[in-house]
């Protein structure tokens, strides 16, 4: 451990992300399993890239079959490309009909950034201050704990609006986030950037996925119309069927966005990000920056997606993370009620968490607890993380198939570490 650790800092540098005090060296994964090194066992409950299960079979077949016969880069006649555009663009709103692949979540949010400028010729982006959208030098700057030190900084067409936090600052009806919209639109207008979109996470999974009720964004995308602006919703964490209800996080909202953007769970891992969006807005784009991408949308890609599309179809994943979900939020409240340390719990669906803090009046959060929390969970061989604007919420948000068992199996060892760390 201690040798694999000295060279990733002399081959790969300083400050590469890596999890947990004692870092994990996986070797292995099935369904919901991880195995590291040393033949220890982990329950994933944190992973969505593997979104239908590690190594998923039909997934593999797909991956290994495409390989095996073709695969190129994208400036050939494919069916894949259509197969997948015409499967995944019947998931979305009529009006989303037309596709771009990328590589990504990244790329296709400065993509869609950049469709934004393209249709309505103003640059002003606004996002939340607690976000995550991406790494190129156009998102970077969505995320304020993420703008470099030197280099592009911080565009003067970028404006952050407070995160929702329905804990601590509760916003029942979306009025004070469509206020600081407004805000921030007029301030983009005055500056003469103007405004060209709003980028959101419609379930804010970044920001602590705090507890919205349908409708809390309509006034924000009213705002956004009649500014003349774009709403882009990054589905990147919320989509292809993790919080259950529904296939997409922006239609648990009940609003359609003018373009979606996609990525981590598509296809399982290989490296698959999307763009969705109005026929329009997609010509505009494709003439005005003339985008091409080598590997976006090739056949091994297309396979890998479609088949995680017959996956979740087949097997109904998208209900039985409903179904799963509901037993965890049952297993969090009783934590609640059981451990002082957790304020708030959170999520639904495959996609659950609690907030922990210091003290339940104050509401200060618990961000050392927490970190302890998961760090004894994955010593006790369960693999979770923390997020939010404090790192006090616990992110748990296994893979699909995820099961009650498995539910059971995590929340026991949660009492028991919640008991051991913080007893109330
Ligand atoms: N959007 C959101 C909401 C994300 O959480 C992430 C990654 N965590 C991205 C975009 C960027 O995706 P990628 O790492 O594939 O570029």
């Not at 994208?74 to 499967?87: Q, S, V």
């Not at 964490?237 to 209800?245: A, N």
């Not at 006790?380 to 199996?409: D, V, W």
């Amino acid at each position: 451990m201690a040798d694999m650790l000295a060279r990733r800092r002399a081959l790969l540098g300083p400050n590469v992300s890596l999890f947990y005090e004692e870092p994990v060296h996986i070797v292995r994964g099935e369904d919901v399993w991880l195995w590291d090194a040393d033949g220890k066992r982990y329950l994933d409950c944190y992973n969505n890239v593997p979104h239908v299960g590690h190594c998923n079979p039909r997934v593999v077949d797909a991956i290994c079959k495409q390989a095996a016969t073709l695969n190129t880069h994208t400036r050939y006649l494919h069916d894949g490309i259509l197969d997948y555009a015409e499967r995944l663009t019947a998931k979305m709103p009529e009006s989303l009909s037309t596709l771009l692949l990328t590589c990504t979540g990244s790329e296709a949010n400065d993509v869609a950034m950049r469709m934004a400028e393209g249709m309505t010729g103003k640059r002003g982006i606004i996002a939340t201050d607690a976000t995550y959208h991406g790494n190129t030098a156009l998102v970077s700057q969505l995320s304020r704990s993420n703008i470099p030190e030197v280099g592009f900084g911080l565009g003067g067409y970028i404006r952050h609006i407070p995160a929702p936090d329905s804990y601590r600052s509760p916003d029942p009806d979306g009025a004070a986030f469509a206020a600081s919209l407004q805000t921030a639109i007029d301030d983009l207008n005055a500056s003469g950037h103007g405004f060209a979109a709003l980028v959101i996470c419609p379930y804010f999974v970044n920001e602590g996925f705090p507890d919205l009720p349908k409708g809390w964004l309509d006034e924000a995308a009213r705002i956004v119309r009649a500014a003349g602006g774009l709403l882009i919703a990054d589905e990147v964490q919320p989509g292809f069927g993790r919080i259950g209800s529904h296939f997409w996080g922006f239609e648990r909202q009940g609003i359609t966005p003018d373009i979606v953007t996609l990525g981590k769970p598509m296809a399982n891992g290989h490296p698959v990000g999307g763009v969705v969006t109005r026929p329009e807005i997609m010509a505009r784009f494709r003439e005005a920056f003339r985008y091409f991408n080598t590997f976006g949308g090739n056949p091994v890609s297309c396979a890998a997606a479609l088949a995680v599309l017959d996956e979740l179809e087949e097997k109904a994943l998208p209900d039985h993370a409903a179904r799963v979900g509901a037993y965890a939020q049952e297993r969090l409240s009783a934590l609640h009620q059981k451990h002082e340390a957790i304020g708030d719990i959170r999520g639904e669906g495959m996609l659950f968490g609690a907030e922990l803090v210091t003290d339940r009046s104050t509401k200060e959060p618990a961000t050392a607890l927490t970190t302890k929390v998961f760090n004894t969970m994955r010593q006790r061989g369960f693999l979770m993380s923390s997020l939010g604007r404090a790192k006090n919420t616990l992110k748990i948000r296994p893979p699909m198939p995820f099961a009650q068992e498995h539910a059971e199996m995590l929340f026991d060892t949660l009492d028991e570490v919640l008991t051991q760390l913080a007893p109330s």
